[in-house]
C-alpha cells in the first residue's frame, strides 16, 4: 500500500472522529439553545401575562379616578357632582358600556343604596341587589368599632392613618384601595372622608361608592381585545388565553381565545396569572388576600401599604369565594413540548447536515479512489497504446527504410515489403479509430440509425470483416442459428462492429483450443419483451469471478491477459456495451477462469411495422465495418 492510499484511508477515520464531535457538540449546543429558548419564552410570558393585567387595572382606574375626582374636601360623595362625573367618563372612555350602575351607600343612615343616573342628577333609592349580600357584609366589617378601639396594633393603625381631634378620631385618606367583589364585579370604595369615630359612643359613619361593572362588556369587548393584543397578535405568540371565574368547586369560562379551552379536564396550563391581588399566585384555588379591605379583624401589618396609585383588593372571605384568573397555555399542548419540538426539528436539521457532510466526505474519498484508479487505467492505456503504436511503427520504419536504402531490389520482395506496411497501416488505422470511438462514445446515441435488423446477415458481415484474422490463427468457427429469428431494432453497422470486437477477443484470447462458437436464440428479457441473444464463445483463458465485474471498466485488462502479454487497450468491451445500450439492448458476460467465456448481446425484437420496412439493401452484410479489437 503506497503512501498516498494509506493518508486516502486514515483520512476516513479521521473524519468519523470530526462528524462524531460535530454531533455531540450539535446536541449540547441544541440543549443549550433549548434552555434558553424556554426562558425567553417564560420571560416573554410573564410579561405578556402583567401587561394583559395591567391594561385591565387601568382600565377599571380610569374610571375610578374619574369618580373620585368628583369627591373633594367639601363635598364628599355628592350625588349631583357624582353625576356630572360619571357622564363625563363616558363620553370620554373607550368602552363607556363598561359602567352599568353607580350606588352611594352611607353606612349610618339606612339600609338602601342610592342609584346615580348619569342622565339626571337625583339620585333613586333602591333596596340591595340580592347577590350584592357578600359585599354589603364585608363593608359592614371593613370599619367596625373594634379595628379602632385600645391601644394595641389598631390603635396605632388608627393613628398612623388620621389623627386626634379632642372628642374623636378623623381618618382621612384619599388613595384608599377599591375593594373588588368578583362574584359580583362590584368595586367599592370610601369616599373622601373616610370616617369619623367618637371614642366614647363608637359612632361610625362611612360613605361608600359602589361601581357595579358589565359582564358582557368584558367578556365580549376587553378580554378579547387584550388577548390579541399580548397572546394572539404577535408572530411570535402560539398561545391559547382563556379568563375563568374559579373556585374550589367550580369554574366558568368567560372568555376563550379557542371554544372549549379552559376546561377542567385540558392538561396543566403553562402559566396562571389571578385578575386581582397578588400577581405572584401560579396555581391552585383562590385564597383570602389579606389587603386593606379583609379579611376582617386583619392586624395593620399584615396588610398592604398604601402608594399613589389604584389598588383593587379582592373580597374574599372563604377559600370557595370566586376568583377570576387568566390562563395560558402554548398551541403544541405546553410550553415546554413547544420547546422539545423546536430543539427536534433543530437537531434534525443539524444531524441532516451533518449527515449530507459525512456522503460529501464519503464521495469524495470514493471519487479520490476512482480518481487515483482512473489514472493508474489511463497510464496502463498510454503504455499498451504505445506498445501497439511501436509494433506496427517499427515494422513501417524498418520496411521503408530497407526500400529507401535499396537494400530490398527483387520486385516479389518489394511487393511483400508493401504488402506489411499496408497491413500495419491498417492496424494503425484501427487503433486510432479505436481511441476516436472511446472519445465520442458519448454521442453514440445520435449516431446511431435504429431500424429492423435480421441477424444472421449481421454475423455473417462480421464473420467475412474477421475472417483473415480468423484464419491466420487457424480458429474454427461454430455456428447455430436458431430458424426463423425475427428482426430486432439495431443499427447495422453498430452491430457488425460490436460482433467484430467479440469474434476478436475470442481468437486472442482462445488459447489453444482455437475454437470460436456463435449462437443465437429468442428469449423473453425480465420486463417480458421479446428478445433476441447472440452470443460469442470461445474456450481459452477465462476470465477470473473478481475480475469479471470489472471487464466492462475503461482500460481495465485481466491479470491472465497481462501475463499472457496479450496486447490489447481495454477499450473494446466498454465501446461494445455502450453501442449495444445505445440500441436499447445489453452487453452480458459469463465465464469460468481456464475454461472459457461467453459474451451475449441482448436485443429488443423489432415490431411489425419495422421488420415489414425490411429491404433487400438493408438485408446485405455490410462490408465496409470497422474492426474494432481490444
Not at 363598561?98 to 343604596?113: A, G, I, M, P, T
Not at 364585579?185 to 361608600?208: E, K, N
Not at 379557542?258 to 400577581?279: H, K, L, S, Y
Not at 413540548?337 to 443539524?350: I, W
Request: net charge negative; charged share 20%.
Amino acid at each position: 500500500m503506497n503512501k498516498e492510499r494509506w493518508m486516502t484511508w486514515a483520512a476516513v477515520p479521521l473524519l468519523a472522529v470530526v462528524l462524531v464531535t460535530l454531533a455531540v457538540m450539535q446536541y449540547h449546543w441544541s440543549l443549550a439553545v433549548s434552555n434558553a429558548t424556554r426562558a425567553r419564552m417564560k420571560a416573554g410570558l410573564q410579561t405578556s401575562l402583567i401587561g394583559f393585567r395591567q391594561d385591565f387595572t387601568h382600565e377599571l382606574g380610569a374610571l375610578c379616578i374619574e369618580i373620585r375626582a368628583a369627591l373633594n374636601d367639601a363635598d364628599a360623595g355628592d350625588p349631583a357632582q357624582l353625576s356630572q362625573q360619571v357622564a363625563h367618563w363616558q363620553q370620554t372612555a373607550a368602552h363607556p358600556s363598561l359602567l352599568e350602575h353607580v350606588y352611594l351607600w352611607q353606612s349610618n343612615k339606612n339600609d338602601n343604596l342610592l342609584r346615580l343616573d348619569p342622565t339626571d342628577k337625583s339620585p333613586v333609592s333602591v333596596p340591595w341587589p340580592p347577590d350584592f349580600d357578600h359585599l354589603r357584609h364585608h363593608l359592614q366589617m371593613v370599619f367596625s368599632p373594634q379595628n379602632f378601639e385600645g391601644p394595641g396594633p389598631a390603635g396605632m393603625h388608627a393613628h398612623r392613618h388620621g389623627h386626634h381631634s379632642g372628642m374623636g378620631i378623623q381618618v382621612v385618606d384619599d388613595f384608599l384601595p377599591w375593594a373588588i367583589d368578583e362574584s359580583t364585579l362590584a368595586l367599592a370604595s370610601p369616599a373622601h372622608r373616610v370616617l369619623t369615630a367618637s371614642i366614647g359612643s363608637h359612632t361610625m359613619a362611612v360613605t361608600w361608592i359602589i361601581i357595579q361593572l358589565n359582564r358582557n362588556v368584558l367578556e365580549r369587548e376587553i378580554f378579547p381585545e387584550l388577548a390579541q393584543k399580548y397572546f394572539l397578535g404577535q408572530q411570535e405568540q402560539e398561545y391559547e388565553v382563556a379568563v375563568l371565574e374559579r373556585t374550589t368547586a367550580h369554574q366558568r369560562i368567560v372568555y376563550a381565545s379557542t371554544a372549549g379551552f379552559g376546561d377542567a379536564n385540558v392538561r396543566p396550563m403553562d402559566a396562571i396569572m389571578p385578575m386581582f391581588g397578588a400577581p405572584s399566585r401560579r396555581s391552585g384555588a383562590p385564597m383570602p388576600d389579606p389587603g386593606f379591605f379583609g379579611p376582617p379583624g386583619a392586624q395593620p401589618e399584615t396588610r398592604r401599604p398604601l402608594d399613589r396609585q389604584v389598588h383593587f383588593e379582592p373580597l374574599r372571605l372563604s377559600p370557595d369565594s370566586s376568583g377570576y384568573e387568566i390562563v395560558v397555555q402554548h398551541q403544541h399542548g405546553s410550553l415546554e413540548a413547544a420547546v422539545a419540538e423546536h430543539r427536534r426539528s433543530g437537531l434534525m436539521l443539524s444531524f441532516g447536515v451533518l449527515l449530507l457532510l459525512g456522503v460529501t466526505m464519503t464521495l469524495i474519498v470514493i471519487g479520490a479512489q476512482r480518481a487515483r484508479r482512473l489514472a493508474r487505467m489511463q497510464m496502463e492505456f498510454v503504455a499498451g497504446v504505445s506498445h501497439e503504436l511501436r509494433t506496427p511503427l517499427a515494422v513501417i520504419s524498418s520496411a521503408a527504410e530497407n526500400i529507401a536504402d535499396g537494400v530490398i531490389e527483387d520486385r516479389q520482395r518489394v511487393v511483400q515489403y508493401g504488402q506489411s506496411i499496408l497491413k500495419q497501416s491498417r492496424q494503425l488505422t484501427q487503433l486510432v479509430e479505436q481511441v476516436l470511438l472511446y472519445a465520442s462514445n458519448e454521442n453514440a446515441q445520435r449516431r446511431l440509425d435504429i431500424r429492423a435488423v435480421e441477424v444472421a446477415p449481421a454475423v455473417e458481415a462480421a464473420l467475412e470483416g474477421t475472417a483473415e484474422m480468423v484464419k491466420g490463427f487457424r480458429f474454427t468457427v461454430d455456428r447455430q442459428f436458431e430458424p426463423d429469428m425475427p428482426a430486432v431494432r439495431a443499427d447495422l453497422n453498430a452491430l457488425v462492429q460490436c460482433l467484430q470486437n467479440l469474434i476478436t477477443n475470442a481468437v486472442k484470447y482462445g488459447g489453444e483450443s482455437r475454437w470460436l462458437g456463435i449462437r443465437t436464440a429468442s428469449a423473453v428479457g425480465a420486463s417480458g419483451e421479446r428478445e433476441v441473444l447472440l452470443a460469442v464463445e470461445d474456450h481459452g483463458l477465462g476470465i477470473g469471478r473478481d475480475e469479471i465485474r470489472r471487464i466492462f471498466e475503461p482500460f481495465f485488462r485481466g491479470a491472465a491477459a497481462l501475463d499472457a502479454q496479450i496486447h490489447g487497450t481495454g477499450l473494446g468491451l466498454p465501446l461494445a456495451r455502450t453501442l449495444i445500450e445505445a440500441m436499447g439492448g445489453r452487453l452480458t458476460a459469463e465465464s469460468e477462469l481456464g475454461r472459457g467465456s461467453s459474451f451475449i448481446i441482448h436485443l429488443p425484437v423489432a415490431d411489425t411495422a419495422q421488420a415489414a420496412k425490411l429491404t433487400a439493401t438493408e438485408s446485405e452484410p455490410a462490408k465496409s465495418t470497422v474492426n474494432v479489437t481490444s
